[in-house]
């Protein structure tokens, strides 16, 4: 009988599963084409590659416009104050994500107000939005969590009907495409990261897409200290920051956008074939994709029923690490229970103070995500679905292992307790 891991028997494998990024002789080939030109700032008077760039993520997106900047967090922060969020706005957005989502509104003097998720993607509830809009509302922030796309139709409507302004986060969603058009030409603007876990990577790096050309030439500004295309170089209108991308970051880019239609169909035809085998195991339940849905498969959800097997997702996550599956817990708790909003010594000045009424964060305010974090949340990273298919059934092999060693499950659970007793 094999043993846990975990518990000193052998893993079911040592070499990691899955290999991120994925950097070839073609980048390497880009960012010397750069160095041998001698140019590597790129500005809105000057650029080649980050020129390019834009251009060719705009047409791959179905829009008019994109704008570069240095993260995607950059990006959220640039159109949060091109569309006009001041001190005061109610922005509302999910718990489930990032904390850049929240924070970059906090960094506009904007008040985030969290709407709970739906359990079957984990995106923002349309309804809980709805219930949320106030008079002081300007704009919804939609996240794709982990590459499905939200219900578009339904948020787009009732932002319509209140006069709001809708900005999906498609950070995790390149590619990714609802009712046949593609995640980022579906709300008002758009934001997309290229930081190093997300399924195009030049370590760094954000875009905005918009098919509105004021809005895009205002976010232009905004990541080049307010300059305008038709003033002097030290001409600066409104208040901006140094946001931009460098021709490196694009030139890598441009390299990764090309590879990647084929890494993503990877991922689905894997996501596919995965979901198909998991369905044996009562414990643990694959992604569910509504059929009007491409999934662009940043991440590989999955739900835990921790009743099952009797112990908690942060043990199966170690039992599992154990084995050398990458298994993640996920979101450990939403976002309004970090310090920076559950504790009022923590929490800004601006907007909160200045504005001398009381925002509630904290348990219970959105459920599902509450019991997503605590409980039933689990992911792989969806760079496991880029393995080969002789590797990727070790993820399998590992759960079967479980399902034999579930009479050692409790004593695994003991051990890491007692390595987090004081």
């Known amino acids: 009988m094999p043993r846990l891991a975990l518990l000193g028997g052998e893993p079911l494998r040592r070499k990691p599963l899955g290999r991120w990024p994925l950097i ?112 002081r509302t300007k704009a919804i922030v939609v996240v794709h969590f982990a590459g499905h796309p939200a219900e578009m139709d339904e948020i787009m409507e009732i932002a319509e009907r209140h006069g709001l302004y809708v900005i999906e986060d498609a950070a995790h969603a390149h590619l990714a495409e609802y009712k046949g058009r593609m995640a980022g030409s579906l709300g008002h603007a758009a934001i997309f990261s290229f930081q190093e876990s997300k399924n195009m990577t030049a370590g760094e790096g954000g875009i905005i897409t918009t098919d509105d050309e004021e809005l895009a030439e205002q976010c232009a500004s905004l990541r080049e200290h307010g300059r305008r295309r038709d003033r002097p170089w030290y001409y600066h209108e409104v208040l901006g920051w140094n946001y931009r991308m460098t021709e490196i970051q694009a030139a890598i880019l441009r390299v990764q956008l090309r590879r990647l239609p084929k890494l993503t169909e990877e991922r689905r035809r894997n996501a596919r074939y995965l979901s198909k085998v998991l369905e044996e195991f009562e414990f643990l339940s694959p992604p569910r994709v509504a059929p009007y849905v491409k999934h662009a498969y940043h991440l590989y959800p999955l739900d835990y029923q921790p009743s099952v097997l009797g112990i908690d997702k942060h043990t199966l996550a170690r039992v599992l690490q154990a084995e050398g599956i990458p298994l993640s817990e996920g979101y450990c708790w939403p976002i309004y229970e970090n310090p920076i909003f559950s504790d009022p010594s923590r929490m800004p000045e601006v907007p909160f103070k200045v504005l001398g009424r009381e925002v509630r964060y904290g348990r219970g305010l959105c459920p599902v995500a509450e019991k997503l974090c605590y409980e039933t949340g689990m992911w792989l990273p969806g760079y496991v679905l880029n393995a080969p298919r002789d590797e990727l059934d070790d993820v399998t092999r590992a759960l079967e292992k479980i399902n034999r060693c579930r009479d050692e499950l409790a004593e695994a659970s003991r051990l890491l307790a007692s390595q987090h007793s004081p």
């Open 24 to 135: 070839g002789d073609e980048e390497v080939g880009a960012v010397e084409r750069v160095l041998r030109r001698g140019k590597l700032c790129a500005t809105m008077y000057s650029s080649e590659e980050v020129a390019k760039f834009e251009e060719e993520f705009a047409a791959v997106v179905g829009v008019k416009r994109a704008v570069a900047v240095s993260s995607g967090t950059a990006a959220l922060d640039v159109v949060l104050r091109a569309i006009g969020v001041r001190l005061g706005d109610e922005v509302i957005t999910t718990p489930y994500t990032f904390i850049a989502t929240a924070t970059s509104i906090l960094h506009n003097h904007g008040v985030p107000v969290f709407a709970d998720v739906e359990p079957a993607t984990r995106n923002i509830d349309p309804r809980e939005i709805e219930r949320r809009i106030t008079e």
